[in-house]
């Protein structure tokens, strides 16, 4: 039967095992938390908060005409007339999932900063009546 290795403090809990029971857990995730905090009050400007969703519509935007532009390929064109058939309504189909994906972001995006204002008046007025 073999034993686990013992640590270098003499103690038989494995390094991990102590390390994990020591760790202040609590406070390392929300340090490493990738959403905005609503203890910080940092105000971001619109293209911080917008950039994404912008993104996503111009490239969705670029995409559908880009089909849109293989599509009418294939009426004029002979020539590959196969592949602009079934390549230009792929990509229809890709830009117009992208845009409507952008385009449905944006509110999303607006009622969560709402939220978040809501918030973080409701947290200020907690902090101003209990502790005093």
């Known amino acids: ?3 686990p ?21 609590g406070s390392t995730l ?4 990738r959403s ?6 940092t105000s ?5 908060i917008y950039h994404k969703p912008v ?10 005409l880009f089909g849109v ?14 592949v602009y058939k079934m390549s230009g309504p792929a990509f229809l189909s ?13 509110p999303i995006i607006r009622k969560k900063q709402k939220q978040r204002q809501k918030s973080q008046f409701l947290q200020s007025l907690k902090s101003f009546f209990f502790n005093r």
């Open 94 to 106: 890709l830009g117009l999932m992208l845009l409507v994906c952008g385009l449905v972001w944006i």
């Open 44 to 48: 971001r400007s619109k293209w911080d």
């Open 36 to 41: 905005e905090s609503v203890w910080t009050s």
């Open 5 to 25: 290795p013992k640590s270098p403090d003499g103690s038989e809990k494995s390094p991990q095992s102590k390390e994990l029971i020591t760790s202040h857990t």
């Open 1 to 3: 039967m073999e034993m």
């Open 69 to 82: 532009v293989i599509t009418s390929l294939s009426c004029f064109l002979t020539k590959n007339k196969k």
């Open 55 to 64: 993104i996503v519509v111009s490239v969705g935007a670029a995409t559908f």
């Open 30 to 33: 929300c340090m490493s938390s």
